[in-house]
């Protein structure tokens, strides 16, 4: 059964620091495009960062150079890494394939960034 689950949100101050992960219970893992995703409130969700099998990662510019996404294929884990924090990173936070698959969306890990 294929399950994501997220952790590490929370409520920070802006400029400050959190770490997402995500348990990623799918198959072919290390062989998988992996994303973070985040969805702010009133907004479509959106593609924060990409990292490919091999180690290869792509940014949204409005977190390129805060931001990095990592993985552990040997714990079949994604990780995010959030420096600088700003409100407007403020949302919910998912990990999924990518390109994303529906059935995958897990409940995602909130992050509030206050001013």
């Known amino acids: 059964q294929v399950q994501l689950v997220e952790s590490g949100g929370g409520l920070v101050q802006a400029g400050g620091s959190l770490r997402l992960s995500c348990a990623a219970s799918i198959g072919f893992f290390t062989i998988t495009t992996m994303s973070w995703y985040r969805q702010a409130p009133g907004k479509q969700r959106e593609l924060v960062a990409t990292i490919t099998s091999g180690g290869t990662t792509n940014y949204a510019d409005s977190v390129k150079g805060r931001f990095t996404i990592s993985r552990d294929n040997g714990k079949n884990m994604v990780y995010l890494q959030m420096n600088s924090l700003k409100p407007e990173d403020t949302g919910v936070y998912y990990c999924?394939?990518?390109?994303?698959?529906?059935?995958?969306w897990g409940q995602g890990t909130q992050v509030t960034v206050s001013s």
């Open positions: 999924n394939k990518n390109p994303n698959r529906r059935d995958y």
